[in-house]
T-cell receptor, first 114, second 113 residues
Framework: EAGVAQSPRYKIIEKRQSVAFWCNPI?????LYWYQQILGQGPKLLIQ????????DSQLPKDRFSAERLKGVDSTLKIQPAKLEDSAVYLC????????????FGQGTRLTVV | AQSVTQLGSHVSVSEGALVLLRCNYS??????LFWYVQYPNQGLQLLLK??????LVKGINGFEAEFKKSETSFHLTKPSAHMSDAAEYFC???????????FGGGTRLMVKP
């Protein structure tokens, strides 16, 4: 079974530039999460989708971050404009949904903002 | 609101020694509890989980954890550490009321030969 796919694996951009990350969850998984993991810290939830609807985005900095989940499958996370403090690993995870709470994680995208 | 506290950001043990990684949680409803492991430049991999039933949970690679409601704890243990256990370990809590999976700050386990 294919796992959660994320791309790119690494990205280096200058501050004030824009960047986008892509995630393809495990087939059939209704729930999709985006987490931000700053070096030395635990993952912090940015946004959670159930199918193509947003369940929680309370910790998403909406002035610069946006996310969508097209047709309830793939998802993109965008940062515009990027700041130095956005340097982190962005992890995508998916699960079947509330009845099955185990989340499967992708390898992440390491973003460096210079 | 729910939260997870992992005591000790770094733990160092000798190969063959007991591993104990501490996790305490707060949750307004009965939680589901998880331990994940993260190797360098990798995503998170599930070690074990507690949902309902038996409070002692066995996971992969010889790890186990015990849910203690009275202590709001879910500590991770392994009787004998291997060099391959060196990684970052994260405790997480999920509750159906909030529909959120919340992680602790992580504990980096180092294993000395």
């Amino acid at each position: 079974e294919a796992g959660v796919a994320q791309s790119p694996r690494y990205k280096i951009i200058e501050k004030r530039q824009s960047v986008a990350f892509w995630c393809n969850p495990i087939s059939g998984h209704a729930t999709l999460y985006w987490y931000q993991q700053i070096l030395g810290q635990g993952p912090k939830l940015l946004i959670q989708f159930q199918n193509n609807g947003v369940v929680d985005d309370s910790q998403l900095p909406k002035d610069r971050f946006s996310a969508e989940r097209l047709k309830g499958v793939d998802s993109t996370l965008k940062i515009q404009p990027a700041k130095l403090e956005d340097s982190a690993v962005y992890l995508c995870a998916s699960s079947f949904g509330q009845a099955n709470t185990e989340a499967f994680f992708g390898q992440g995208t390491r973003l460096t903002v210079v | 609101a729910q939260s997870v506290t992992q005591l000790g950001s770094h733990v160092s043990v000798s190969e063959g020694a007991l591993v104990l990684l501490r996790c305490n949680y707060s949750s307004s409803v009965p939680p589901y509890l998880f331990w994940y492991v993260q190797y360098p430049n990798q995503g998170l991999q599930l070690l074990l989980k507690y949902t309902t039933g038996a409070t002692l949970v066995k996971g992969i690679n010889g790890f186990e954890a015990e849910f203690k409601k009275s202590e709001t704890s879910f500590h991770l243990t392994k009787p004998s550490a291997h060099m391959s256990d060196a990684a970052e370990y994260f405790c997480a809590v999920f509750n159906n009321a909030g529909n959120m999976l919340t992680f602790g700050g992580g504990t980096r386990l180092m294993v000395k030969p």
